[in-house]
């Protein structure tokens, strides 16, 4: 298959289904006999101005979250076209440059950047709520975040220069586990990670590839047959 160069951070719910963003489309992709199938009927045409997009898996069903200027709107997938509820939309605090969700228990969890912080906002009672706990200061010069559901607690990753550190909320607060850090790949650009059967998989862009690890016995292990090349 051939792309443009025009894409960014690759976003997946499982080793199976990727998304990625060419010019204004996001493109799934699956994985189906050691090799990367795309269904266009499935492709996504971004609002007009959207500068990103996120997704996840609600009870089976995919929702996609894109940035508008400085709403966050969220689509799901219905009878075969996307859906859009404009009572889930979001606005961004001021300053913000990035969103990622993730789905717990069911819900529907949203973290953006504004400045150095990532807030978290959940969906309650048809409005968004954010718990200023929960709260995470990132590193200094965090360029990304990703976030994941880990038997229903919440995972997220940061981009620090070319290390990617992780992060859980454990007792109130935010823990780092230095062993589970990542040094990311030469000229990686982006991140995205996921929860499969109760384990944390990695992705990266590696300039024209998306990698995906595994973390396994203290490390990251990375299978090249997962290696998907634009």
């Known amino acids: ?9 690759p976003l997946f719910i499982s080793t199976e289904l990727v998304a990625t963003v060419n010019d204004e489309i996001v493109r799934f992709f699956s994985f189906e006999k050691d090799s990367w199938k795309s269904d266009p009927s499935a492709n996504l045409t971004l609002p007009v101005g959207c500068s990103d997009v996120s997704l996840t898996s609600v009870l089976g069903n995919i929702v996609v979250a894109t940035v ?8 799901s997938f219905e009878k075969d076209s996307w859906k859009s509820d404009p009572s889930a939309n979001l606005t961004l605090p001021v300053g913000c440059s990035d969103v990622s969700l993730t789905s717990v228990l069911g819900n529907i969890v949203v973290a953006t950047v504004d400045g150095n912080i990532v ?87 590696n300039k024209n590839s998306i990698q995906l690890y595994s973390f396994e016995k203290g490390f990251w292990k990375t299978d090249p047959s997962t290696i998907y090349h634009f």
């Open 1 to 9: 298959m051939s792309f443009t160069e025009n894409y960014s951070t």
């Open 119 to 205: 807030r978290f906002f959940s969906f309650e009672k048809d409005s968004w709520k954010s718990d200023p706990s929960v709260n995470l200061t990132l590193p200094v010069g965090c360029s990304d975040v990703s976030l994941t559901s880990v038997l229903g607690n919440i995972v997220v990753a940061t981009v620090n220069e070319n290390t990617v550190r992780f992060y859980s909320f454990e007792k109130g607060s935010w823990k780092s586990d230095p062993s589970a850090n990542l040094t990311l790949p030469v000229g990686c650009t982006g991140i995205s990670l996921t929860n499969v059967l109760g384990n944390i998989i990695v992705a990266t862009v």
């Open 68 to 75: 508008d200027g400085n709403i966050v709107r969220f689509f």
